[in-house]
């Protein structure tokens, strides 16, 4: 099966050359200038409201643990690192160096520190948009759409891709990960490890929204202190070397070999593709996450989601970036992906490195596939309220796609997901461009009251234009 994928190289040039198009033509300008005008529009959200973003997060939400039944701002936060921690920040980081060198990591910085005030404000709007659901709130971009826009179409697009995106494309490329990882640490078959998180998966899917958020609140806290704490005893070890490599991925950013070589257009947008992959800022994934909250104000959770964006890439990114420079493994072009970040950290530590990045991959991908499954469902339900089309998603999504993505080829899995990233975040932009005045205008609200020494609360009356389309916010 394996060779059959491996095979389709015409397939793979195909969506290569498709996505190659959309990002280098639409996507990048259009991404830094929504993440640049966001950021000037609210007054630098994202770092000057670095403080209450950490004390949110922090805080407890009595009202969802004493109801029992709503998702806490921490949960929701935690389902959306769940899904963006993962293969982009241990694979993903990988292939950025392999195809566009160090500079491609500067290019991954900035997208995250921009792009956190789009993850405020599509947060945000998630929130004042959201529904009520069985279990829980829903909501999503899909939902701002319908409601904010009175576009029902637009959103229905934008179901059909987030589902494509996440609930099968992104899947793929989480198991593709974790077999290669294994495969590389243990030796072994990608077909039974495949097979292993198949049924695995399936059994966390079916267990709903409730499961999912447990899972992640645990997980995501674990894996990632884990790491981190794996990370800074190399770069401690190493620390001489940190100038020099801060020196080369400036230089190589903005070099002028990169210019007279033809190289810097790949720089950037490997940069920028993969830096999206990791934090899926502006991409409307998050906001289905946010959307679950129970929290007083919209503006609380669209703080949290910046802050979970700044906590993906700048910090859990910029950890493997690191461990790969000091390394210097990316230079022969022997091995890229996650086999790239094993041999780097098996390079530090020894053959130990290799296996607990196969553990860790297995952590991050695993909780990155349920938190992409969630994606879909949201969306799913959006589309329609038959239960058997949402069973044969979870088999799809859970089962079938993880399965394939252990048997297909690591180029082939990646391609498919720039290409459905490029069409998701395209439409989602549209928009959060469109309804940005909103959050715009609640952030003031928020300030106003955190002056006044309240806790802010909002009440869907403070918007009389759209208050019908409120139902969350009595």
């Known amino acids: 099966m394996e060779e059959i994928f491996a095979a389709d190289g015409w397939l793979n040039l195909t969506i290569t050359t498709i996505q190659d198009y959309i990002w280098t033509y639409i996507l990048i300008a259009v991404l830094l200038g929504c993440a640049a005008l966001f950021t000037i529009r609210t007054r630098f959200v994202q770092f000057r409201m670095l403080g209450e973003m950490i004390r949110l997060l922090s805080g407890s939400n009595k009202k969802a643990n004493a109801e029992g039944k709503h998702i806490s701002s921490f949960q929701a936060f935690a389902v959306s690192v769940a899904s963006s921690v993962g293969t982009g920040n241990l694979a993903g980081v990988a292939l950025a160096i392999t195809m566009g060198g160090p500079g491609a990591i500067f290019w991954m910085w900035l997208i995250a520190l921009l792009g956190s005030a789009t993850a405020f404000v599509e947060s945000t709007l998630a929130q004042l948009f959201k529904t009520r659901g069985e279990h829980s709130f829903i909501g999503g971009p ?22 494509l995106t996440f609930g099968f494309s992104y899947n793929s490329i989480q198991s593709n990960t974790i077999c290669s990882a294994m495969q590389k640490a243990f030796g072994f078959d990608p077909i039974i490890v495949g097979i292993i998180l198949t049924i ?42 940190i100038p020099g490599i801060l020196k080369e991925i400036f230089a190589q950013a903005f070099g002028i070999e990169q210019f007279a070589g033809g190289t810097f257009g790949a720089v950037l947008m490997t940069g920028i593709k993969r830096g999206l992959f990791s934090n899926e800022a502006g991409e409307g994934s998050a906001p289905n996450a946010a959307a679950t909250s129970n929290v007083s104000h919209p503006v609380k959770q669209g703080l949290i989601q910046s802050l979970a964006v700044f906590t993906d890439t700048i910090v859990i990114c910029s950890c493997t970036a ?123 609200d928020y300030q106003r009251q955190k002056k006044e020494g309240k806790d802010p609360v909002f009440h869907r009356d403070m918007l009389p234009e759209i208050s019908k389309e409120l139902d969350c916010w009595e």
Not at 143 to 162: D, E, N, Q
């Open 142 to 163: 899909a939902y701002y759409m319908k409601k904010g826009l009175h576009k029902p179409w637009m959103g229905s697009i934008f179901a059909v891709l987030l589902t």
């Open 200 to 241: 695995i998966s399936l059994c966390v899917v079916f267990g709903g929204i409730q499961r999912i958020s447990k899972v992640s609140s645990v997980i995501v806290p674990v894996m990632a202190v884990g790491y981190l704490l794996l990370a800074v005893i190399i770069i401690i070890m190493n620390i001489t070397l």
């Open 322 to 444: 690191f461990i790969i420079l000091i390394s210097g493994m990316y230079q022969d072009g022997t091995s890229d992906g996650i086999v790239l970040t094993q041999s780097a950290l098996e390079h530090e530590v020894g053959s130990i490195g290799s296996i607990f990045i196969a553990f860790a991959i297995l952590s991050f991908a695993f909780s990155s596939i349920i938190g992409n499954y969630f994606y879909g469902e949201t969306n799913v339900r959006y589309l329609t309220k038959s239960k058997t089309i949402l069973t044969l998603y979870r088999l799809c999504s859970g089962g079938v796609v993880v399965m394939f993505g252990a048997a297909a080829s690591l180029q082939l899995v990646w391609s498919f997901g720039d290409l459905f990233m490029a069409l998701l975040t395209a439409c989602n932009l549209i928009a959060v461009i469109l309804l940005a005045k909103y959050p715009i205008r609640l952030l003031k």
